[in-house]
């Protein structure tokens, strides 16, 4: 069992950072890959980016690719979400989610029926 909870939301300008953080519990996160998906309002949860349990980025989706960057440190159980040149269109609800380590091929890493635990997400608002 894993539970995850997500830190680092709030309001920036157009151009601003963000540092998301997904802090897990449980002994086996080192067993998990990790995932970042959004979903904004009246859209569908969406891929942002994955981290393999080793600490090797996966993939990007092309709307961040170069401006978010995803790391992981395993002794604190956490994965992070560094955020960039943010856009208005970055505005949503941003959620961690983790599945065991294993296929890390892309249609099963961007797909949010792949994971198993989901943190209860946090917000993300970029003024224009």
């Known amino acids: 069992q894993v539970q995850l909870v997500e830190s680092g939301g709030g309001l920036v300008q157009a151009g601003g950072s963000l540092r998301l953080s997904c802090t897990a519990s449980?002994?086996?996160?080192?067993?998990?890959?990790m995932g970042w998906f959004r979903q904004a309002p009246g859209k569908e949860r969406e891929f942002v980016g994955a981290i393999r349990w080793n600490g090797e980025p996966l993939y990007y989706a092309d709307s961040v690719k170069g401006r978010f960057t995803i790391s992981r440190d395993n002794a604190k159980k956490t994965v992070a979400l560094q955020m960039n040149v943010l856009k208005p269109e970055d505005t949503a609800v941003y959620y961690c989610?983790?599945?065991?380590?294993?296929?890390?091929?892309?249609?099963?890493?961007?797909?949010?029926?792949?994971?198993?635990?989901w943190g209860q997400g946090t917000q993300v608002t970029v003024s224009s």
């Open positions: 989610a983790a599945k065991l380590a294993g296929n890390i091929a892309r249609a099963v890493v961007t797909t949010t029926t792949t994971y198993t635990y």
């Open positions: 449980g002994r086996t996160f080192s067993s998990y890959d």
